[in-house]
């Protein structure tokens, strides 16, 4: 399985490594790529590494990039009336074993 976690926050990073200790052999070798072919984007190599297979400066961009198109994505949604409707099912179940309290 290859997934690539690159746009995911540290807190969601770190716990994805607990979960799938795997993903440090993908770090790594995106830090090995990095290091004899350069930057996945802009291909220079004299330059700090990122993550990712970026270079820091490519790295900043995309994900400067990435925030700009979540928040729009995002726009103008009820992001809590969205999570109340599907525990809804969930949140009937629990009064029904723990009682009302």
């Not at 979960?19 to 700090?48: E, N």
């Not at 990435?66 to 726009?75: P, W």
């Not at 099912?89 to 009302?100: I, K, M, P, V, W």
Request: charged share 25%; hydrophobic share 35%; proline share 1%.
């Amino acid at each position: 399985m290859v997934f690539d976690a690159r746009c995911l926050d540290k807190e969601t990073w770190l716990g994805l490594l607990r979960v799938l200790p795997d993903l440090t052999r993908i770090r790594k070798a995106w830090r090995a790529h990095f290091t004899v072919h350069g930057c996945v984007s802009c291909r220079r190599k004299r330059t700090q590494y990122g993550a990712g297979g970026f270079c820091y400066t490519c790295l900043h961009r995309i994900t400067t990039r990435m925030r700009t198109c979540f928040r729009k994505v995002n726009a103008g949604r009820n992001t809590l009336a969205e999570i109340a409707s599907l525990s809804q099912r969930y949140d009937a179940a629990q009064r029904l074993f723990n009682g009302e309290d």
